[in-house]
């Protein structure tokens, strides 16, 4: 069943050790340029660039470890312009999904959903240039990197040992685990294993991270037109 030389315990490696050097890194930061905290894009770039810029680094050294090469993660470019559009659909209906199903816990838990940690970088004040850099980080940034971790080096070191529905089972439990977020963990679940049967069907995970930069790019307009 061996396809590739990746391991699982490598995500955990590269996930657990990035977020470790973040907060290193932060705290270097805040001694060095306090000031680059002091506004909310300074505060995106000195933790969510750094933290994703790692991650993406840790894939990087870790392929080059095991001798494989980003393609073997599904880094492969959509067939077609109906690719593209057909992963911009998936999106936002992964949206939609994700909107009913927080709806749903909202009235079904005691005090409501409590707001999601990245909402502390969106502000109603917010100008067009803190807006983009949001969206660039958000809707651009992060599925580009979560999709090469996530449906790419976890999902593909998991085939490893395991048949492809179990697998992507796991991944996705894993991608809503690593969320840090026991309200949304089993939504975030479901979102990841969608994802994931986008980023299998279509052997790429750059067609998934289209889904999933739709679906975050939808829930930040949502959101900002929500605190206006």
């Not at 290193?24 to 306090?34: C, E, G, H, N, W």
């Not at 980080?137 to 992060?142: D, Q, Y």
């Amino acid at each position: 069943m061996k396809e590739n030389n990746l391991k699982t315990l490598d995500f955990f490696v590269i996930f657990f050790g990035s977020a470790c050097l973040t907060v290193f890194i932060k705290r270097a930061l805040l001694s060095i340029v306090p000031e680059l905290y002091a506004t909310s894009t300074g505060n995106i770039i000195g933790s969510l660039w750094v933290q994703d810029g790692l991650f993406f680094l840790g894939v990087l050294l870790f392929l080059r470890l095991h001798g494989e090469r980003l393609s073997i993660l599904g880094w492969r470019l959509p067939k077609s312009a109906t690719t593209v559009l057909g992963a911009v659909a998936s999106g936002a209906l992964l949206y939609l999904l994700m909107n009913m199903t927080a709806l749903a816990l909202n009235r079904l838990l005691p005090h409501g959903l409590a707001q999601q940690s990245v909402a502390s970088y969106m502000q109603a004040g917010d100008g067009l240039a803190q807006k983009l850099v949001v969206w660039l980080t958000m809707g651009v940034l992060a599925p580009i990197v979560e999709e090469t971790l996530f449906r790419g080096y976890l999902y593909q070191s998991i085939r490893n040992w395991l048949p492809t529905l179990p697998a992507m089972f796991l991944a996705s439990l894993i991608f809503g685990a690593t969320h840090m977020d026991v309200q949304r963990a089993i939504p975030l679940a479901l979102g990841g294993f969608c994802l994931n049967l986008i980023a299998e069907r279509q052997q790429s995970v750059l067609v998934s991270a289209i889904s999933h930069a739709t679906w975050n790019t939808l829930m930040i307009i949502a959101y900002y037109v929500a605190i206006q």
